[in-house]
Every structure is written in C-alpha cells, then in structure tokens.
C-alpha cells in the first residue's frame, strides 16, 4: 500500500479540465517537503512532470499545473489531449529521507 | 543533460543475487545523488534506496536486509545488487539522478526488465 493516496483512474474528453489528488501526512507532505509529479507514457520509463509542487521543466506544455496545500497536492491538465493518456505519480519524501510514491492515477481520455 | 543506461542480466534463478550497473554519460557520478526504482508489472513505482556522491545510502525498509546500492566513480557507475530474488522481485528497474534530499527524480534511464524464474 503506497504512503501517498492517489485515485487509481481519472478520464475527461479532449479540451476538458480533469485534476488529480496526492495525498500524504502530517509526516511527509504536511511536514513541508515538495510534491513532484511525473508522467509515464505507456512502455516508457516515468519522465518529471512537475517540480517542488508547481514548477514545470522546460519543454512540459503550460496545460499541466501543480499545487499543494496542507497534506495534499494536487496535478491539473488543461485542454486534455489525446496525448496526455498515460499513468501520473505523485512524489515525496519524508523526515527519515525516505522516497514516497503515490499510487499512481491512469488518465483515460475519452 | 545527463544520461543513464541501466544493464543487467534481464533473468535471475530464485535465491540468486541481481547485481545491475548503470552507468552515467555527459554528467559525473560524483555530482549528484542516484537512486533504484523499480516497476512490477501493471504495478506502480517502488523505492529501493539512494545513494549520494559522498557514499551514504539510504534504503527502503521493506528491501533493506536484501540490498546493497553503491557508486563506482572510476567507472562512472552506480551499481544495484538485491540478494534472495523471488518472483516478487520480477520488475523492471530504473536508475535516476537527482540533486538531494527534497528534489525531483529529473533524470532517468529507459529501464531494465528483469525477471525471477527457474
């Protein structure tokens, strides 16, 4: 069972708003440390989404959006595309330096 | 932009030990913190443990009695060594960079499939 609590699967229709929650502890997320959000097309290794909780790498269309908030973040896609099907993970850390992953959430677009 | 390729056996006998290695291009080994993930199939991300340049390791609980993680820096190498395989293991497993406690995972290699069977 992961650490961080993610809905196993979101969908939307092209152009829509779809958001997916990460959800952590007092320990981990509530304690301050950063949310990062990575992207894993299907067969490929996972690839930085979003850093410390709402920074975007080069290169990761502006559609994609982070937030966090107490125990929680969150991972918003706007104006879905048919590219964005693929698995999302949420990560952190906690005060004992250990590596947290969510569960991961699969975005179906319809 | 650094570069990671990770290589291995691809197949291990249960009870034998997985000895993987990845290894660095276009960036020093000795400049950032490494870590092993792995993916069983259809699963999610599992932490195995990280490394950082000056050899202290940090492991996961659950796979700490098992493994070894550590950095060869003649070879530009990060090298993965888990103990006692068992089916439970069969994965495919991820080397990736990142710059310390707190950080983003923003390099990783493509992956190694491995698999526990007789």
């Known amino acids: 069972q992961s650490v961080l609590t993610q809905p196993p699967s979101v969908s939307g229709a092209p152009g829509q708003r779809v958001t997916i929650s990460c959800t952590g502890s007092?320990?981990?997320?509530?304690?301050?440390?950063?949310v990062h959000w990575y992207q894993q097309l299907p067969g490929t290794a996972p690839k930085l989404l979003i850093s410390g909780n709402n920074n975007r790498p080069s290169g990761v269309p502006d559609r994609f959006s982070g937030s966090k908030s107490g125990t929680s973040a969150s991972l918003a896609i706007t104006g879905l595309q048919a590219e964005d099907e693929a698995d999302y993970y949420c990560q952190s850390y906690d005060s004992s330096v250990h590596v947290l992953f969510g569960g991961g959430t699969k975005l179906t677009v319809l | 932009q650094v570069q990671l390729q990770e290589s291995g056996p691809g197949l291990v006998k249960p009870s034998e030990t997985l000895s993987l290695t990845c290894t660095v291009s276009s960036g020093s080994i000795s400049s950032y913190f490494w870590i092993w993930i792995r993916q069983a199939p259809g699963r999610g991300l599992e932490w195995i443990g990280h490394t950082s340049f000056t050899g202290s390791t940090n492991y996961n609980p659950s796979l700490r009695s098992r493994v070894t993680i550590s950095v060869d820096r003649s070879r530009n190498q990060l090298s993965l060594s888990l103990r006692s395989m068992t089916a439970a293991d069969t994965a495919v497993y991820y080397c990736?960079?990142?710059?310390?406690?707190?950080?983003?995972?923003?390099?990783w290699g493509r992956g190694t499939p491995v698999t526990v069977s007789s």
């Open positions: 990736a960079s990142f710059d310390g406690y707190n950080a983003p995972f923003d390099y």
């Open positions: 007092s320990s981990d997320v509530g304690a301050g440390f950063d």
